[in-house]
C-alpha cells in the first residue's frame, strides 16, 4: 500500500511561484513506481505535468516545460514540483500519483494518487 499526500499549493499572483510537495509512504517507492504531477482544472481533462520514471528520467508538458522543475529526494521518499512564472491558465488542482508502469506516461492508469492540492494563479 502507498500513501501519497501532496502540500504546497496555494494563492499566488501571476508570474509568482509555488513548490508543492508530495510524501510517499512505503519502500523502495520510486524504484517501484513513476511518480507523476498532473492537474485538474474546473471544466478540464486531467493534465500530465511532469513525471519521474523508475529510471530516473524526467519529462513535462509542453505547456509548462522551462517553468516547472520536477524533482525528487530519495531519503524522504518525496517528490516535488517547482512552478516558476505562474500563469492564471496554471491554476488547477495538481495531483501527485504513482504508476506502476514505471514510465509516467498520461495514458498510465495510476495505482495510487492523492488527495491533491489547491493552485490558484490570480491577481
Known amino acids: 500500500q502507498v500513501r501519497l499526500v501532496e502540500s504546497g499549493g496555494g494563492l499566488v499572483q501571476p508570474g509568482g511561484a509555488l513548490r508543492l510537495s508530495c510524501l510517499a509512504s512505503?519502500?523502495?517507492?520510486?524504484?517501484?513506481?513513476?511518480m507523476v504531477w498532473d492537474r485538474q482544472a474546473p471544466g478540464k481533462q486531467r493534465e500530465l505535468v511532469a513525471a519521474f520514471t523508475t529510471g530516473g528520467a524526467t519529462n513535462c508538458a509542453a505547456s509548462v516545460k522551462g517553468r516547472f522543475t520536477i524533482s525528487r529526494d530519495n531519503a524522504k521518499n518525496a517528490v516535488y514540483l517547482q512552478m516558476n512564472s505562474l500563469k492564471p491558465e496554471d491554476t488547477a488542482k495538481y495531483y501527485c500519483?504513482?504508476?506502476?508502469?514505471?514510465?509516467?506516461?498520461?495514458?498510465?492508469?495510476?495505482?495510487?494518487w492523492g488527495q491533491g492540492t489547491q493552485v490558484t494563479v490570480s491577481s
Open positions: 500519483n504513482a504508476d506502476g508502469t514505471g514510465w509516467g506516461l498520461a495514458s498510465s492508469e495510476y495505482n495510487y
Open positions: 512505503g519502500r523502495s517507492i520510486f524504484s517501484r513506481y513513476a
